[in-house]
Structure formats: C-alpha cells, structure tokens
C-alpha cells in the first residue's frame, strides 16, 4: 500500500462504514518508528528498531457502539471488521451518553506547535549507541564510588497520526521525541549495600535534549548524595518534594481529575468541583497547546482541539479533565483529552511559585528532602497515600545525610492543602511536571 492510499485509509473506511448502516463512525491511524540501544559497560545490549502501523475505528448504530482495530490495512481486512463492528454495534446495549464529540473550537495550526524534528530523521544505530556509550563512559569515569551500571538507553520515535470521522473531522500531525537515560549504582566504605539513582533527559526534537556529559554529571551528583543514607525514627515532619518527585504527585493527581474516574465514583474529588481542595498556592493547568511540550497535540483521540485548562485555580477546584463520553455524563464540556477509553493527559503541571528552590530548604527546620518514591501506594477513591522513599534529612535548613528504608504517608487531599511553598524551578520536562514544593507535615516512618 502507498503511502498516499495509506493516507486515505481512515477517511475511507468512515465512509463504507456509513454506507454499510453506521449512523457515526470515526477512524485513527497511527504509523509509528522507533529506535532504541541500550548499552552497558560499553556494551550493546538491546538495539531494536521497528516501524508499525495500525488502524482503530469506533461506529455507532443509534447510541449502541463497537470498537475494531487492525495492523493489517488491506482494504479487504477492513471492509471485513466493519461488517462485523456494524453487527456487534446493533447487539450492544444502548447508551444515551455514547456519540461523537460536538466541538466548536477550530483546531490549531500543527505548525506553531512544534512538535516534529526532521534532524531526528538523520539519527541511525550507530549514533544512538554512541550516544548511549558516551553518557555511560563519562559517567562511570567521575567518581570511583560509583562504578556500576544499569545501563545507558538512548531512543528515538518519529510517528503519523491522523483521524477522520462521520461529522466532518479531518486531521493529522507528526510528532517526534527522544530521550537518553543513564542508571549508575554507588558504594562508599561505610554503605553495606549499593545505591541506586538515574536522570534523563527527554525532548520533541534534537536540540533540547542535554547533553550526554550533562546527564552523566547529574546522574553521578543523585548517587552520591545517596551515599552513607541512615534511618530515621518514625515522626511527623514537613517534606519537600523535588521536582522529579512532585511531578509524580501530579500523576497521582490526574488520576482523581479524570472525567472517567470521577462518573464511575473512583476519586476522592469527585463531589468537589468548585470547593477549595489545596492551598491557594496551588494553580493545577493542562496545556495541549504548549510549545514542544511533550504531550502537546493540535487534538485529542476524538477530534477535539486542545486547550489549556485550568483544572485548580488558587487552591480552587474549576473543572475536570473530559472526553467527550465523560462530559456528557457530567454535564461539562471535553476538555481535548478524550483518548477513546478515558482521559490521557496533555501537559499536567502545578505552576510555579516565586521561592527558591535553595529558600525552601531554608525553610524547614527539622524534615525530610524526597528525591526518590518507590512502590504503589495511592488510594484515588481515598485519597489515602503511602510510598517507599528515599531522601535527604534537613536539620536547621541544611542538609545533613541522606535516609533510606522510610515510608512517607498521608492523604492527598490532606497534602493538597498543606503545601506551604511552591518553588520557582519548573521545568516543563515530561507530560507531568512540577517545581519544588514543600508540604507542612507528613508523616515519616523509618525505625
């Protein structure tokens, strides 16, 4: 098949489906190309690189639905499934909530976005081994503590996407992205066991990734503040949230603000649109439109435009996260992040404040520095949260050793309300970031 007749595939099949009886359908294309070495000690582990295709589609006979997908585009394949998905579709219950999405907001232009490299098109195997066994070299040779590795992974992705449906809806874009990580193991004399810790870098296009010396210094700096970690006894004390880590408060966050998660009645924010949920210095957005953002797209699985969204304002809950099912369910609008099943992200963050990472450490008399969770531990019905952890213990706003074998628990709610400073070091590195925050009081359990 062609790459002009591939193309024509979604556009194609929304067609035959309503000439075969749909009253709605939607088609989506993805074609996708990935490379990927993974290097250690200097040697190859893993390279890989892999181009697939595949096509889903959604109809609609009344308000009864079927899904389909395939990776096999022949038209015969097609025509097949969605004879098939129209006879599922008229055995499905009905549901008045089901449809495809009403959407009056132009979509924006893919060029302002940013989000393909073509300089990414010129990066084969050898340059992603290279880069993978440079950053690993560089870092193995900084400090005779730290001189073991999990290994280097440097990837790249370049894809299609491009969707069509029975209203209209006609779009597509390219997007690019890359990352490089590196994991190092430490041990100084006094550590019976090996630390563990890593930093990567990730980016839409060449140019903004870091460089490979840069993540091996970062990485080396986190495993050897890391060396020499003691316990602590278990007390109540005001934690502060790097950024890496306060990004994943914002992933645990998401989840409760899920237009899906809230009809289904599985989050603790589920009856508190419009009431105070955090600490007025608290400002949650969803950007779709942020330039090269990670998860910036001109429209969600649906054919919604993306937006930016401002889900808590100055501690206020304004609104949820919807697709277009969940919006109808909740009597809101989507929000441009309809993802077929549920909601996905865009770009999630918690703005930043106007403190000083180095201030907020000043500020705590006697706590804790959280530079790594680990486990599950979050209750979104509850809100209930505890993760294992390790970190830095702050005495008179300095660091005094690192702590390890602790649990941090408390209620997100609870954690919402009690942050007491937002740094000004937001870094928009992933689709879920965060500055520096300090939380009043969790509490902290060691021996």
Not at 125 to 144: F, H, K, Q, S, V
Not at 282 to 307: I, K, N, Q, Y
């Amino acid at each position: 098949m062609s790459a002009e007749d591939i193309g024509a595939v979604a556009e194609k099949l929304v067609r035959k489906a309503c000439g075969l009886g749909a009253d709605e359908s939607e088609a989506w294309l993805t074609e996708s190309t990935q490379l990927s070495a993974r290097v250690r000690f200097g040697q190859v582990e893993t390279l890989t690189e892999a181009t697939t295709r595949a096509l889903s589609f959604r109809i609609l006979v009344g308000t009864r639905t079927a899904r389909g997908s395939s990776s096999d585009l022949s038209w015969d394949t097609l025509e097949s499934l969605t004879r098939s998905a129209i006879e599922r579709a008229r055995l499905a219950s009905e549901d008045p909530y089901a449809g495809l999405p009403e959407d009056p907001l132009p979509v924006p232009p893919v060029e302002g976005l940013a989000l393909y490299d073509p300089a990414l098109e010129r990066i084969g195997p050898r340059e992603a081994i290279d880069c993978a066994r440079e950053t690993e070299r560089i870092g193995l040779a900084l400090d005779p503590r730290v001189k073991n590795s999990s290994g280097a992974t440097f990837r790249v992705n370049r894809g299609v996407v491009k969707g069509a449906n029975s209203k209209g809806f006609q779009g597509s874009y390219r997007a690019s992205g890359a990352s490089l990580t590196l994991e190092l193991l430490g041990r100084s004399d006094s550590d019976a066991g090996q630390v563990t810790d890593f930093w990567y870098t990730t980016a839409r296009s060449w140019d903004r990734l870091e460089s490979p010396e840069s993540v091996a210094r970062k990485t080396v700096a986190r495993v050897r503040r890391q060396l020499g970690a003691r316990k602590v006894e278990t007390q109540e004390v005001p934690v502060v949230f790097e950024p890496l880590m306060a990004a994943e408060l914002l992933s645990d966050l998401f989840g409760a603000v899920c237009g899906e998660a809230v009809y289904l009645k599985r989050s603790f924010l589920q009856d508190a649109r419009g009431q105070q949920v955090a600490s007025e210095r608290v400002t949650v957005v969803d950007d779709g439109l942020l330039r090269g953002g990670l998860g910036t797209r001109p429209f969600d699985r649906e054919g919604v435009a993306s937006r930016r969204t401002v889900v808590i304002r100055k501690g206020f809950l304004e609104t949820f996260l919807c697709g277009s099912y969940s919006a109808r369910k909740l009597g809101l609008p989507p929000t441009g992040n309809g993802a077929g099943h549920g909601e996905v992200p865009s770009n999630f963050y918690l703005e930043q404040g106007d403190t000083s990472a180095e201030a907020i450490v000043k500020s705590v008399e006697r706590g804790l520095y959280v530079t790594r969770l680990l486990g599950q531990g979050v209750n979104l019905v509850t809100g209930d949260y505890s993760r294992g952890a390790f970190g830095l213990w702050l005495e008179r706003g300095e660091f005094a050793h690192p702590v390890h074998e602790i649990t941090i628990s408390g209620n997100l709610r609870q954690m919402l309300a009690g942050v007491e400073l937002v740094g000004n070091d937001l870094d928009l590195r992933d689709q879920f970031a965060a500055p520096t925050i300090k939380i009043a009081s969790l509490m902290v359990a060691g021996t």
